[in-house]
C-alpha cells in the first residue's frame, strides 16, 4: 500500500477552533493593553502559544520577559476554555476522513503546535477524543513549526516512514512543515485561501474533495 499513516494538525483541521483560539488573543490584549489586533491573524496561524505571545508582545512594545510571555500564555489558555466550551464542532467531513482511514488500516495521529491541554479539549468538546492512536503537542519537541520536529516525532511514535505518511495541515507554516517532514501534505483550505497553500501536494477546499481511497491507489 503506498500509505500507511495520517497525521492531522488539530485546529482549522480536525476542530473548528481556529476563530476562538485567535480571538481570544484580541480579548486579552484588549482587557490587558487596550490594544486592538485587529482580524488578521495570518502571523500567527500554525504558531505555538509562546511565539504567538512573543510576536504580540514584540508588535506592540509590550513587556518582553518571561514572566510576562508565561502570564499572557497562561491567560490566553485559559480565556479559551472559557469562550470556546461548547461551542467547537468537529471540521465538516472529518468525521469519514478518520473512519476511511481506519478501514484502509491507516494509522492515525495528531500532531499539533497547541498545548496538550488545549487539543484534549478541543478533541473532547469536538467528540474526537477517541480516535487517534498518538497526539502530540508543541511540548513534545524542541522546535516549532515550520520545523518538521512534530512530524517526524509522529511518524517515529507510528512507526511509518515519512513517505508513507500523509500529513492535513492547514497553515503555512504547517505545510511547510510537512513538506519538510518528507511526508504527502494536503492543504485545506479551512484558514487560508488556497492560492497561500501552493507548496502543498494536494490543495482541497474540503473533505468533499478528498477520496482516501483513491488517493492509496493512486
Known amino acids: 500500500m503506498r500509505f500507511e499513516g495520517l497525521i492531522f494538525d488539530c485546529d482549522g483541521v480536525l476542530v473548528d477552533s481556529e476563530p476562538f483560539s485567535c480571538g481570544t488573543w484580541n480579548v486579552i490584549l484588549k482587557d490587558l493593553y487596550n490594544i486592538d489586533i485587529g482580524t488578521n491573524y495570518n502571523a500567527i496561524l500554525g504558531k505555538n502559544l509562546r511565539d504567538a505571545a512573543e510576536y504580540y508582545s514584540k508588535k506592540f512594545n509590550l513587556p518582553f520577559d518571561d514572566g510576562t510571555l508565561s502570564k499572557l500564555t497562561q491567560l490566553k489558555e485559559d480565556t479559551y476554555y472559557r469562550i470556546a466550551k461548547g461551542k467547537l464542532n468537529p471540521i465538516p467531513g472529518v468525521n469519514r476522513i478518520i473512519q476511511d ?3 484502509l488500516n491507516l494509522k492515525i495521529a495528531v500532531a499539533s503546535s497547541g498545548s496538550i491541554n488545549k487539543i484534549h479539549f478541543n478533541l473532547s468538546q469536538a467528540r474526537l477524543n477517541n480516535e487517534f492512536q498518538n497526539i502530540l503537542s508543541a511540548d513534545d519537541v524542541k522546535h516549532a513549526k515550520p520545523s518538521p520536529d ?4 509522529a511518524m517515529s511514535l507510528m512507526k511509518v516512514e515519512p513517505s508513507k ?3 492535513i495541515e492547514d ?3 504547517g505545510i511547510r512543515a510537512a513538506k519538510s517532514s518528507g511526508a504527502f501534505t494536503i492543504g485545506l483550505a479551512s484558514t487560508f485561501p488556497v492560492e497561500n497553500l501552493y507548496e502543498a501536494d494536494l490543495i482541497i477546499e474540503n473533505y468533499n474533495e478528498l477520496d482516501l481511497f483513491l488517493l492509496l491507489k493512486s
Open 171 to 173: 497553515s503555512v507554516s
Open 101 to 103: 482511514a481506519k478501514k
Open 165 to 167: 505518511c500523509i500529513i
Open 150 to 153: 512534530i512530524f517526524l516525532k
